[in-house]
């Protein structure tokens, strides 16, 4: 992993976890893999805001077939640093995808709680098929059983900040990604 000046970190951030390489490798793994899986096929890569927003965007540029890319917003962080179950639409997709190759497109999988309910949501609007891709997977945390085809790197049980995930709204441009200081959350 190549090394972040310890000095350059924002006061908050404790550590880089994972760095701008390690993160690229991670993206051009599963672009590839997509790109087999499929071949000759077109997909809809449903990004969930705002999160996923720099994964995505280079995730497509690794995956060398057709694509179509759409949003949806979802919100399940109630207090910025626990999520509290509740998962609501904030923006839908434009594009309809029944009888479309789906795949959701997230930045970090944690309790599980947003894409039990996305999947459930776009199940029932009956595509072809449905996978997920997420950069992080948090071992051991999901209370629900989700399969997800496509994983990143597997994201030790910290608050992870940086390449799109945030803390307030804040380090979402960091282009490492990097774990808060619990001081900065806990009272
Ligand atoms: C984060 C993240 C995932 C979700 C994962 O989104 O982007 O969508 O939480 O958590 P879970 O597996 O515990 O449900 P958040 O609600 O913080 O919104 P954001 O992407 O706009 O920051």
Do not use: W
Not at 38 to 54: C, D, P, R
């Amino acid at each position: 992993m190549q090394e972040v000046d310890k000095t350059t970190l924002p006061l908050e951030v404790s550590k880089v976890i994972f760095g701008e390489d390690e993160i690229q490798e991670a993206v051009k793994r599963i672009g590839e893999q997509i790109t087999q899986d499929y071949a000759g096929q077109k997909v809809l890569l449903v990004t969930v805001l705002k999160g996923a927003f720099i994964f995505m965007a280079d995730l497509v540029r690794a995956i060398k077939g057709d694509v179509e890319i759409d949003f949806m917003a979802v919100s399940s962080y109630g207090d910025g640093s626990k999520s509290s179950g509740v998962v609501r639409i904030i923006k839908d997709l434009n594009a309809s995808v029944e009888g479309r190759h789906v795949i959701i497109v997230e930045d970090i999988l944690d309790s599980g709680l947003t894409l039990t309910y996305l999947l459930r949501n776009l199940k029932s609007r009956k595509p072809l098929s449905i996978e997920v891709a997420t950069l992080l997977f948090k071992e051991g945390k999901q209370q629900a059983n989700i399969r997800c085809k496509y994983i990143g790197l597997m994201c030790p049980d910290e608050f992870v900040v940086g390449y799109g995930l945030d803390y307030n709204e804040s380090y979402r441009n960091l282009p490492y990604i990097g774990a808060l200081d619990a001081s900065a959350y806990e009272q």
